[in-house]
């Protein structure tokens, strides 16, 4: 089936390291996502990508980097990662149609720790 | 840019009985909201959306309706189940700019007893 895959699923870290979550799908969208939940305060969007030369900012951006290697590839980058950066982090594609939004799917997500 | 309320936050309901849940949209522009569940510990999965030009939709026993006037739009759950308990969020689609983009409220965790 197609399907939208995190790497890893569990991380724990200590400050100040630099973290990559990876995710890849096999849907064919060409609209990926980052996403992070924290209890009580939803999903919240830090990065965006429409395609594989776009990349856009979303809500919550600072102190996050990330790459789309190709239309199947998203990667979230933490530079030096932080407690506050304690999260449930999810990746998201959608496809796009003549009527503009369509259904986000969304991955299994990835716990990260960062001590 | 858009912003998404989302009431109650937290929703107890005896087996059987209806659940409603609420939100509201500031973008009059937006035109499409989509429902979601997460079960614990699992990923949001869509479980029902409406899009502008529509005021209400049904799925057996869901249905969302959509004032755009007021601009909210609700979630109904009728006959709940003890499966339906999960943490449920809406969301609204952006505009302009971050066209294509989903703001979402802050959940509703539904607790059906039995």
């Known amino acids: 089936d197609a399907d939208v895959t995190q790497t890893p699923r569990n991380r724990i870290t200590k400050t100040g390291k630099r973290i990559m979550l990876e995710c890849s799908q096999t849907k064919g969208h060409d609209r990926m996502y980052w996403y992070r939940q924290d209890p009580g305060l939803g999903l919240r969007l830090i990065y965006y990508s429409f395609d594989v030369k776009d990349i856009n900012k979303g809500e919550i951006s600072d102190g996050y980097s990330v790459s789309r290697q190709a239309q199947a590839k998203f990667s979230l980058s933490l530079e030096s990662a932080i407690p506050n950066q304690t999260a449930l982090y999810f990746c998201?594609?959608?496809?796009?149609?003549?009527?503009?939004?369509?259904?986000?799917?969304f991955g299994p997500g990835t716990r990260l720790t960062v001590l | 840019g858009e912003n998404v309320e989302q009431h109650p936050s937290t929703l107890s309901v005896q087996e059987g009985d209806s659940a409603v849940i609420k939100c509201t949209y500031s973008d009059s522009a937006s035109n499409y909201f989509p429902w979601y569940k997460q079960e614990l510990g699992k990923r949001p999965q869509l479980i029902i959306d409406i899009r502008s030009n529509v005021g209400e939709k049904k799925d057996q026993r869901i249905a969302v309706t959509l004032n755009k006037t007021a601009k909210h739009f609700s979630l109904h759950i009728t006959e709940t189940q003890p499966e339906d308990s999960a943490v449920y969020f809406c969301a609204a689609r952006g505009y302009g700019g971050s066209q294509g983009n989903l703001i979402f409220g802050k959940g509703t965790k539904l607790s059906v007893k039995p």
């Open positions: 998201a594609t959608s496809g796009t149609t003549s009527g503009g939004a369509s259904e986000q799917f």
